[in-house]
């Protein structure tokens, strides 16, 4: 008997990362037993296409979102106004490929340099004013809807450039362009906050926030930039978006989203209150509600109804965490081995 | 008179404020503005907004949130319209739309409470699960034709010759005034204060919390459910997709109202103010007939954070920065 198995799976149960995991594990397992077909892979033209794919492809505005949103969050932050950044990035987009006759790097620079701002806004007046963050973008939530309606008068726009087409519908190698990007997202920010004292500022900043500002951190600044990585994140979401479908609906686009983004985060492990967090956690958290959605319309269930499904997740995880479950679950355990011996 | 312009009521006092300005400004740029009818209709459009904030009111005084009482108004509609198209007496189908709105937040109450949850997810949660459930009964949206709802609809008290008040709008000042009473001259009302002042302290002041904190989702999801029925008053039907984002429209009427999302402070009648600053810009909107519903969205964004800038400035409390 090594100690090395034994350690593995201590340090498995005692992560984060374990019951979502566990989760998507048993979904598709599930699959594996009741409906082989959702794990078939067709390759058309070389590019990868199947119920997986399909998944994954779903998976991404919210992926992508949740990068943003689990930095965010693990300031002891909120964003809720990612899905108002995504319609305004999109109707500008989508107004200046028409009327400005705009290539797609100056698109891709418009839409960033749009979130930017908005990030801008957001981290100042949650770090230098001081306002709670659900108020903060709420503020920017409601006023952002807005601004995205009066760009476009409030009608869709066709999406014709070819760049951000690619964006949403293209492949490298057989993959798609979606997909790479997410991966490219999570690498690059993975490596940003673990290989440097990003991240670690970050979970000092949420954790005690007096207490990182008198170790010399700049708490206020790593704030702000966490609004504006989310807001870019959100950018990036809606050029996916948009060269998926073809068309910017303004008053549609990126619409409740801002909730599935903090849902992904929460089931991934982060909490709420801020402090530590997980970005693999957060991707898994996205990934294991769209199967669990995706899981149950194979199986017949109307797409409407996908909410409940949600709900369910949201509450069992609320609840696993809660000690005082913990606690109760533990006296019946112990209760019912007493009785056995 | 002094102790009434003390810091804690400037917030307030800023509303009415801001009301009597929006109105009087649009006054004089509209004729016709300042007319009965036009107020008697800020309450009467408004209704569902209204008897929803007020609910909502007492969620955030408490220090928490509700984010469940959009989809809880899209259920009751739909369940209400399906019951009275199976041949329900509709006062019987208002009834337990009404049990079952005040049971689904009671639920989220107990939650909250006995597993120490943040009230952000589980009502997060609460909101996916009505909106869900509400594709269940019904994904189409389904009319509501009745002699109750005519006669309903056909109720009003005349005003003037012209103008009269309707049952809707009755049902929400109706609710203001039994919320009102209940913030301020009930056991009730002053443990859910101190509760948001401090639920520490409270609990050691020997205040039933977890009592009261269940009875406080109970009453939001009450008010969200009869906000649905005064809303299938309005639209005569029902639709599963109704009250989509409307917790945000019913959270941004209580904080232009001036009551702190930290909890604690505030007053039902600055929601009410809330509501109506809210109504008045719809109604400007309207008038002007040029713009689109996209002003309406800006200008109250921009409202919120007038508001929510001066709130702080105001106030300087220590402990924001955390959302939970």
């Given at each position: 008997m090594?100690?090395?198995?034994?350690?593995?799976?201590?340090?498995?149960?005692?992560?984060?990362?374990?019951?979502?995991?566990?989760?998507?594990?048993?979904?598709?397992?599930?699959?594996?037993?009741?409906?082989?077909?959702?794990?078939?892979?067709?390759?058309?033209?070389?590019?990868?296409?199947?119920?997986?794919?399909?998944?994954?492809?779903?998976?991404?505005?919210?992926?992508l979102?949740?990068?943003?949103?689990?930095?965010?969050?693990?300031?002891?932050?909120?964003?809720?106004?990612?899905?108002?950044?995504?319609?305004?990035?999109?109707?500008?987009?989508?107004?200046?490929?028409?009327?400005?006759?705009?290539?797609?790097?100056?698109?891709?620079?418009?839409?960033?340099?749009?979130?930017?701002?908005?990030g801008?806004?957001?981290?100042?007046?949650?770090?230098?004013?001081?306002?709670?963050?659900?108020?903060?973008?709420?503020?920017?939530?409601?006023?952002?809807?807005?601004?995205?309606?009066?760009?476009?008068g409030?009608?869709?726009?066709?999406?014709?450039?070819?760049?951000?087409?690619?964006?949403?519908?293209?492949?490298?190698?057989?993959?798609?362009?979606?997909?790479?990007?997410?991966?490219?997202?999570?690498?690059?920010?993975?490596l940003?906050?673990r290989?440097?004292?990003?991240?670690?500022?970050?979970?000092?900043?949420?954790?005690?926030?007096?207490?990182?500002?008198?170790?010399?951190?700049?708490?206020?600044?790593?704030?702000?930039?966490?609004?504006?990585?989310?807001?870019?994140?959100?950018?990036?979401?809606?050029?996916?978006?948009?060269?998926?479908?073809?068309?910017?609906?303004?008053?549609?686009?990126g619409?409740?989203?801002?909730?599935?983004?903090?849902?992904?985060?929460?089931?991934?492990?982060?909490?709420?209150?801020?402090?530590?967090?997980?970005?693999?956690?957060?991707?898994?958290?996205?990934?294991?509600?769209?199967?669990?959605?995706?899981?149950?319309?194979?199986?017949?269930?109307?797409?409407?109804?996908?909410?409940?499904?949600?709900?369910?997740?949201?509450?069992?995880?609320c609840?696993?965490?809660?000690?005082?479950?913990?606690?109760?679950?533990?006296?019946?355990?112990?209760?019912?081995?007493?009785?056995?011996? | 008179?002094?102790?009434?312009?003390?810091?804690?009521?400037?917030?307030?006092?800023?509303?009415?404020?801001?009301?009597?300005?929006?109105?009087?400004?649009?006054?004089?740029?509209?004729?016709?503005?300042?007319?009965?009818?036009?107020?008697?209709?800020?309450?009467?459009?408004?209704?569902?907004?209204?008897?929803i904030a007020?609910?909502?009111?007492?969620?955030?005084?408490?220090?928490?949130?509700?984010?469940?009482?959009?989809?809880?108004?899209?259920?009751?509609?739909?369940?209400?319209?399906?019951?009275?198209?199976?041949?329900?007496?509709?006062?019987?189908?208002?009834g337990?739309?009404?049990?079952?709105?005040?049971?689904?937040?009671?639920?989220?109450?107990?939650?909250?409470?006995?597993?120490?949850?943040?009230?952000?997810l589980?009502?997060?949660?609460?909101?996916?699960?009505?909106?869900?459930?509400?594709?269940?009964?019904?994904?189409?949206?389904?009319?509501?034709?009745?002699?109750f709802?005519?006669?309903?609809?056909?109720?009003?008290?005349?005003?003037?010759?012209?103008?009269?008040?309707?049952?809707?709008?009755?049902?929400?000042?109706?609710?203001?005034?039994?919320?009102?009473?209940?913030?301020?001259?009930?056991r009730?009302?002053?443990?859910?204060?101190?509760?948001?002042?401090?639920?520490?302290?409270?609990?050691?002041?020997?205040?039933?919390?977890?009592?009261?904190?269940?009875?406080?989702?109970?009453?939001?999801?009450?008010?969200?459910?009869?906000?649905g029925?005064?809303?299938?008053?309005?639209?005569?039907?029902?639709?599963?997709?109704?009250?989509?984002?409307?917790?945000?429209?019913?959270?941004?009427?209580?904080?232009?109202g001036?009551?702190?999302?930290?909890?604690?402070?505030?007053?039902?009648?600055?929601?009410?103010?809330?509501?109506?600053?809210?109504?008045?810009?719809?109604?400007?909107?309207?008038?002007?007939?040029q713009?689109?519903?996209?002003?309406?969205?800006?200008?109250?964004?921009?409202?919120?954070?007038?508001?929510?800038?001066?709130?702080?400035?105001?106030?300087?409390?220590?402990?924001?920065?955390?959302?939970?």
């Open positions: 090594s100690n090395a198995p034994a350690s593995i799976v201590s340090r498995l149960a005692q992560s984060r990362l374990v019951w979502p995991l566990a989760g998507l594990a048993l979904l598709l397992l599930f699959n594996l037993a009741f409906d082989r077909a959702f794990f078939d892979l067709s390759t058309r033209d070389g590019n990868l296409y199947g119920p997986i794919i399909t998944v994954l492809r779903l998976a991404v505005k919210v992926m979102l949740a990068m943003g949103m689990t930095l965010v969050i693990a300031t002891g932050g909120v964003d809720l106004s990612v899905g108002s950044v995504m319609a305004i990035v999109g109707a500008l987009v989508a107004f200046l490929a028409e009327r400005a006759q705009l290539g797609f790097p100056g698109l891709l620079a418009v839409g960033l340099a749009a979130a930017l701002i908005v801008l806004f957001n981290g100042a007046l949650v770090a230098y004013v001081g306002i709670q963050p659900i108020v903060a973008t709420l503020i920017m939530m409601v006023l952002g809807r807005g601004v995205a309606l009066s760009i476009t409030g009608m869709p726009v066709r999406i014709e450039d070819a760049g951000v087409l690619f964006l949403g519908r293209g492949f490298i190698a057989g993959v798609p362009v979606q997909i790479v990007l997410v991966l490219a997202v999570f690498l690059l920010t993975a940003a906050c290989k440097t004292a990003i991240g670690l500022f970050v979970e000092a900043v949420g954790d005690n926030e007096v207490a990182s500002r008198l170790s010399g951190v700049n708490a206020r600044g790593i704030k702000l930039l966490t609004y504006i990585f989310c807001a870019v994140c959100a950018a990036l979401a809606a050029l996916v978006s948009i060269g998926d479908v073809g068309r910017v609906e303004p008053d549609r686009l619409q409740m989203l801002e909730l599935d983004a903090i849902t992904a985060v929460v089931v991934g492990g982060t909490v709420l209150t801020g402090g530590r967090f997980t970005l693999t956690g957060s991707l898994i958290g996205a990934l294991l509600i769209q199967t669990l959605t995706m899981t149950l319309v194979r199986q017949g269930m109307p797409s409407d109804v996908a909410p409940v499904p949600k709900a369910l997740v949201i509450l069992a995880v609840l696993l965490q809660s000690a005082r479950l913990r606690a109760q679950l533990a006296a019946l355990f112990s209760k019912s081995r007493r009785a056995v011996s | 008179m002094k102790q009434f312009f003390i810091r804690k009521n400037l917030p307030i006092l800023a509303t009415a404020a801001v009301l009597v300005l929006l109105f009087g400004t649009f006054s004089l740029l509209f004729p016709n503005f300042l007319s009965l009818r036009v107020i008697a209709n800020l309450f009467t459009n408004n209704a569902h907004v209204g008897v007020v609910g909502m009111t007492f969620v955030i005084l408490s220090g928490g949130i509700d984010l469940s009482v959009g989809s809880v108004l899209g259920f009751t509609t739909i369940f209400v319209a399906t019951l009275i198209n199976h041949e329900v007496p509709p006062v019987v189908a208002i337990l739309a009404l049990v079952v709105g005040s049971l689904f937040g009671a639920g989220m109450g107990a939650v909250i409470q006995v597993y120490q949850l943040p009230p952000f589980v009502t997060l949660a609460g909101m996916f699960l009505a909106r869900g459930l509400a594709f269940v009964v019904s994904a189409q949206s389904l009319e509501i034709k009745h002699g709802y005519a006669a309903v609809i056909d109720f009003g008290i005349p005003l003037t010759e012209q103008v009269t008040l309707r049952a809707t709008s009755g049902i929400f000042i109706a609710v203001f005034l039994a919320a009102l009473c209940l913030a301020h001259f009930t009730f009302g002053r443990n859910v204060y101190a509760i948001g002042g401090n639920a520490s302290s409270a609990l050691l002041m020997g205040l039933p919390v977890a009592r009261t904190r269940i009875w406080i989702y109970t009453l939001s999801g009450f008010c969200a459910a009869l906000g029925i005064v809303f299938t008053f309005q639209t005569q039907s029902g639709n599963a997709t109704n009250g989509l984002g409307l917790e945000l429209d019913a959270i941004a009427a209580v904080v232009i001036g009551t702190l999302l930290s909890g604690g402070v505030g007053y039902v009648a600055g929601t009410m103010m809330g509501v109506l600053i809210y109504g008045t810009i719809l109604t400007a909107i309207s008038f002007h007939g713009l689109d519903s996209s002003w309406q969205r800006i200008a109250i964004g921009g409202l919120l954070l007038v508001f929510i800038v001066i709130q702080r400035l105001l106030t300087r409390a220590p402990a924001f920065g955390r959302s939970n």
